[in-house]
């Protein structure tokens, strides 16, 4: 889910490859001894091993944790996807067995400013949350009192979707390859090392799986999927994959299970996998253009004037949500949806 202004540096990759004397995290332990056993592992399975024991033990979120998601600049992010989502919802006829559903909702802010413009609309469906971390289950719970929650998205009922994936699937994990061949961690040099360099390619099994899932449950139930995260719209050769920790880039192979890992999210490869599996999709386009189609401008105007003092706060949070040096740009938003239904609001037609 992290991500960081700017770009990891190339110390930090170096860092990589000369870990030193220092204290072991727990997870490092067992991926050592997983190594020994087994030989090198993949980078996937580093990634989701280190990203398994992170969610499940902490709340990474906000000034205290590791990063901070759109959700938590502002409530008008939530606000205009709960707009969207209306919207789609009324076009397609109101249906009444319509649920709303979430990817990773992180402390259930997004879902609470959501359902606040959903219901104001009439939406009166269940709410459905995909998280397996219990950390964080408690605080949804806390803002989202009526949620139901699930391990996967295969587990969600047979009914039209109204879900959301904001920050989902950067954190699922890639394969890397370099000449064809498969990317591994191995030890060296008393430390974790990657087991070659050179030209990389990204692919994400657990990506396309996730889509996959989510693309079969709009095309039979009908619905609309708002999918926002960091990325490319093409699909391109490089080395995404990035850890960060207290808002700051850190080395990928250093304390593993103690930072988040993620890695940039291959839009093309989005597309591909929600078509094929009989849905429609949008055109890819940036954060920021898309808020500003929805009208946070309008709405940051409106909260400003009825609370005058927050009116600061609220161009600062435009500027982050929406400015090209910021979060507008390299965030990309795509809607997947069932082919009867209208391509949401923010998309070109």
């Known amino acids: ?52 024991y ?31 989502l209306a919207d789609a919802w009324a076009r397609a006829g109101k249906p009444s067995d319509a649920i709303y559903a979430e990817l990773g909702p992180g402390r ?21 949350l995909i998280e397996t971390s219990p950390v964080l289950r408690v605080q949804q719970g806390e803002r989202v009192p ?13 009914a039209p979707l109204l879900l959301v994936a904001n920050e989902f699937f950067d954190a699922l994990p890639v394969r890397q390859f370099v000449a064809g061949f498969e990317r591994k961690v191995m030890i060296a040099a008393g430390g974790l090392a990657f087991d070659r360099d ?11 799986g996730a889509v996959s899932a989510i693309a079969t449950c709009l095309a039979q139930s009908g619905g609309v999927a708002l999918v926002i995260d960091y990325g490319h719209e093409k699909t391109a050769p490089g080395d995404t994959l990035q850890a960060v920790r207290g808002h700051r880039y850190v080395p990928t192979l250093v304390d593993p299970g103690e930072q ?4 940039h999210v291959d839009f093309e490869a989005l ?28 709405r940051a105007d409106a909260l400003a004037k009825s609370h005058p003092k927050r009116a600061e ?13 910021q979060m507008g740009q390299l965030f990309k938003v795509l809607a997947i949806r069932s082919p009867e239904w209208p391509i949401p609001a923010g998309f070109p037609e």
């Open 198 to 208: 050179g030209e990389i390619m990204e692919s994400s099994p657990a990506r396309d």
């Open 271 to 298: 597309r591909r996998a929600a078509t094929d599996a009989g849905a429609a999709t949008t055109q890819v386009v940036t954060q920021g253009d898309w808020l500003q189609r929805l009208g946070i401008q309008a």
């Open 54 to 84: 992170y969610y499940a033990t902490r709340d990474p979120l906000g000034r205290d944790g590791d990063f901070t998601t759109a959700p938590e600049i502002s409530q008008m992010f939530g606000e205009m996807i709960g707009a969207a």
């Open 108 to 128: 259930g802010s997004l879902a609470a400013d959501a359902l606040r413009v959903l219901r104001r609309a009439g939406f009166e469906g269940a709410v459905h």
């Open 146 to 158: 009526d949620a139901q929650w699930h391990d996967s998205i295969e587990d969600l009922p047979a």
């Open 313 to 325: 706060e609220l161009e600062i949070a435009i500027d982050r949500l929406c400015h090209e040096e």
């Open 260 to 263: 988040d890992l993620t890695s």
């Open 1 to 52: 889910m992290a991500h960081v202004d700017g770009q990891g540096t190339t110390a930090a990759r170096r860092a990589d490859r000369r870990n030193g004397e220092r204290r072991l995290t727990p997870l490092e332990r067992a991926l050592r001894e997983r190594i020994q056993n087994e030989g090198p592992i993949t980078v996937e399975a580093y990634m989701e091993a280190c990203n398994a």
